[in-house]
Antibody, heavy 121, light 109 residues
Framework: QVQLQQSGPGLVKPSQTLSLTCAIS??????????WNWIRQSPSRGLEWLGR?????????DYAVSVKSRITINPDTSKNQFSLQLNSVTPEDTAVYYC???????????WGQGTLVTVSS | QSALTQPPSASGSPGQSVTISCTGT?????????VSWYQQHPGKAPKLMIY???KRPSGVPDRFSGSKSGNTASLTVSGLQAEDEADYYC?????????FGTGTKVTVL
């Protein structure tokens, strides 16, 4: 059974960088059949897919248009985890952030526990 | 990429059926058979209930079923039970991207 354990600060100042990590157990970040996603949820924006990283003989990334200029998702094979960095945050980025495992890039099957990140000075 | 459109709310009495729609475009729902549905209880992470339009993961009751016609997908919950009261979200693959629905709150009367 796959488990995803999120970690990272719950408070970030405006204009700074939001950083979260998702540790994987029960699968490999280098799996040729999985994809590793970040998703956020807020009352104003609902569920919003942010992006993914996945390995298919080489590493690929896909990002949502809404955050493409500010987001980086990186795998860490030595620790079997992946991370989210979102730059230049504003209060609009306040949300519960989830990491999630996809089977291929067409469906999301497992979710982390969620992390509430508040952007405030 | 715009969010898929769902009705804000739906309701039914125990034992009845409720159907939730999810409307997209030919670039997402209509273009691929990769529609999923998620159930979310307050304070919890979403749970996959339906994938690839109509398939149920192991452990999901057969009271949950999915279908699609054109750019609109649907989730039907038959034989409503109290524990089915939750928010439901659809999602669709959209050609290297992924899009979620606006969400529907299902109330069991």
């Amino acid at each position: 059974q796959v488990q995803l354990q999120q970690s990272g600060p719950g408070l970030v100042k405006p204009s700074q960088t939001l950083s979260l990590t998702c540790a994987i157990s029960g699968d490999s970040v280098s799996s040729n059949s999985a994809a590793w996603n970040w998703i956020r949820q807020s009352p104003s924006r609902g569920l919003e897919w942010l992006g993914r990283t996945y390995y298919r003989s080489k590493w690929y990334n896909d990002y949502a248009v809404s955050v493409k200029s500010r987001i980086t998702i990186n795998p860490d094979t030595s620790k079997n985890q992946f991370s989210l960095q979102l730059n230049s945050v504003t209060p609009e980025d306040t949300a519960v952030y989830y990491c999630a495992r996809g089977l291929g890039i067409t469906m999301i099957v497992d979710w982390g526990q969620g992390t509430l990140v508040t952007v405030s000075s | 990429q715009s969010a898929l459109t769902q009705p804000p709310s739906a309701s039914g009495s125990p034992g009845q059926s409720v159907t939730i729609s999810c409307t997209g475009t030919s670039s997402d729902v209509g273009g691929y058979n990769y529609v999923s549905w998620y159930q979310q209880h307050p304070g919890k992470a979403p749970k996959l209930m339906i994938y690839e339009v109509s398939k149920r993961p192991s452990g999901v009751p057969d009271r949950f079923s999915g279908s699609k016609s054109g750019n609109t997908a649907s989730l039907t919950v038959s034989g409503l039970q109290a524990e089915d009261e939750a928010d439901y979200y659809c999602s669709s693959y959209a050609g290297s991207l992924y899009v979620f629905g606006t969400g529907t709150k299902v109330t069991v009367l």
